[in-house]
């Protein structure tokens, strides 16, 4: 909550924000059937079929969520990622496992099909993927087919990244490494590249912690990485134990096993992050993981906030941008394609409000820290007169060319979720 009204950060055009290409200033950003056709300091709106002018608004590249849960009707955790977009600028989202080998049919079929926000995904490595939630699906190990992921996997790669994997063991009961043992394998059938997503939290015991870390490979990540979730047992068997860093985790880090935040609505606690940062592992991604449960929850992990709490952690704006965007895009092997605003990539963009003013944050244990900035999503009134179809045109880049405005041209308003708000995040719709 805020202390005071906050005070918008003065700018007297669109700040364009691009970490891969250590971009920053005054920019207009042409879009044309879907791509980057220019970014320049001045594009003549004589060019521009359309203009939305941004003046004071921070421009960067569509945001990469790597940890969501996208499969509605699927379990009870999904939520339509469309409908995520105005609330954190997302334009890519990787479903977290939501789909094992017997359901992730259903998935791309009736979900990644008729999805505008452009979705990959980890196939679980239990068959049945969460459709069973809140029951643990992995209790019977049975439930992980290595052959069954494997060929899933295969047969999806054009949008499977690899094998998901929960190990904290109110899911995986007395199992130990087994689970993780079987979405490695799963990843090495299927082929080069495929890596394992690991989610911890809560797992058994201390020691299994560092074998869970000495397991991962180069380019496995390890999502939640700064949980504080306990164990069944109450006792705390994360990365940091007693305040120190378990050094498997410093040495999974330094062998390119990529630290994922997942924020979610019980997996991220600030005392874990503060000594794991200060310890030598800050996060290479900042996710959501955001869900049909933790969008609810005190900590609000909504991706744009999470940011923001990592701003109040000591990383600059670019940072927590690129761990938003281009960090992401090389973890699933689709950079210089997305996360980017280069010329040539899709029309991707997320339009925000950097926000100067006291902030208090919330992790999901209660630990509450202070900040002093913040980003906003940029909500518009939808003009009196403007049809969805004209919005949804606008946003798909099917017009000759249309501008993001740092400093001149009228607003117009972009595909309207709701009668008051208006979409944030841009996608050009290239694969």
């Known amino acids: 909550m805020r202390s005071q009204p906050p005070r918008r950060r003065a700018a007297p055009w669109g700040d364009v924000l691009d970490p891969s290409q250590s971009l920053r200033g005054k920019r207009d950003i042409g879009i044309r059937f879907g791509k980057i056709e220019a970014v320049d300091a001045d594009i003549p709106t004589a060019r521009a079929l359309r203009v939305l002018n941004a003046d004071g608004k921070l421009v960067t590249p569509g ?4 940890h969501v849960h996208v499969y509605p009707y699927g379990s009870a955790l999904g939520i339509p990622a469309d409908e995520v977009v105005a609330q954190q600028c997302t334009t890519t989202c990787v479903s977290a496992g939501d789909a094992g080998a017997n359901n992730f049919a259903g998935f791309r079929r009736h979900i990644v099909a008729q999805t ?28 992980a087919q ?22 904290s063991d109110n899911i995986i009961a007395k199992h130990g490494l087994e689970p993780l043992k079987r979405a490695i394998a799963a990843c090495e059938q299927a082929g080069d590249g495929m890596k394992v997503m690991c989610h911890i939290g809560g797992v058994e015991t201390r020691q299994l912690m560092s074998q869970i870390l000495d397991l991962l490979r180069p380019g496995d990540i390890l999502t939640h990485c700064y949980s ?20 498997a985790a410093l040495a999974a880090k330094q062998r390119g096993v990529i630290f994922d935040v997942g924020h979610g609505g019980g997996s991220f606690d600030y005392t874990v992050a503060e000594a794991a940062i200060a310890q030598g592992t800050p996060p290479d991604t900042i996710s959501s993981d955001i869900h049909a449960v933790s969008g609810n929850t005190p900590g609000m992990p909504y991706l744009t906030w999470v940011m923001s709490k990592f701003m109040g952690l000591g990383f600059t704006l670019e940072q927590v941008v690129a761990m938003a965007t281009i960090n992401p895009a090389k973890v699933i092997n689709r ?17 925000m409000e950097l926000v100067e003013g006291p902030v208090s944050f919330v992790d999901t244990r209660n630990n509450k820290r202070d900040g002093k900035v913040y ?5 518009r009134r939808r003009p009196r007169g403007v049809s969805d179809g004209f919005q949804r045109t606008a946003i798909t880049g099917e017009c000759p ?31």
């Open 228 to 247: 504080g979730f306990p164990n069944l047992a109450g006792d705390f068997t994360n990365i940091v134990q007693d305040g120190k860093l378990l050094p």
């Open 375 to 379: 980003l906003l999503l940029m909500t």
């Open 401 to 431: 060319l249309w501008v993001i405005s740092g400093h001149s041209g009228i607003a117009i308003a972009m595909s309207a979720l709701s009668p008051s708000q208006t979409f944030v995040g841009v996608s050009g719709m290239s694969a």
């Open 335 to 351: 950079a210089p394609k997305i996360g980017t605003l280069q010329m040539g990539a899709p029309g991707d963009v997320a339009i």
């Open 63 to 66: 945001l990469v969520d790597l």
């Open 116 to 143: 505008r926000t452009r979705l990959y995904a980890f196939v679980h490595i239990a068959n049945i993927g969460l459709a069973g939630f809140p029951v643990a699906e992995l209790y019977n190990i049975d439930f």
């Open 146 to 167: 290595t052959d069954a992921a494997a060929k899933a996997i295969a047969e999806n790669s054009d949008i499977v990244l690899g094998a998901k994997v929960r190990m």
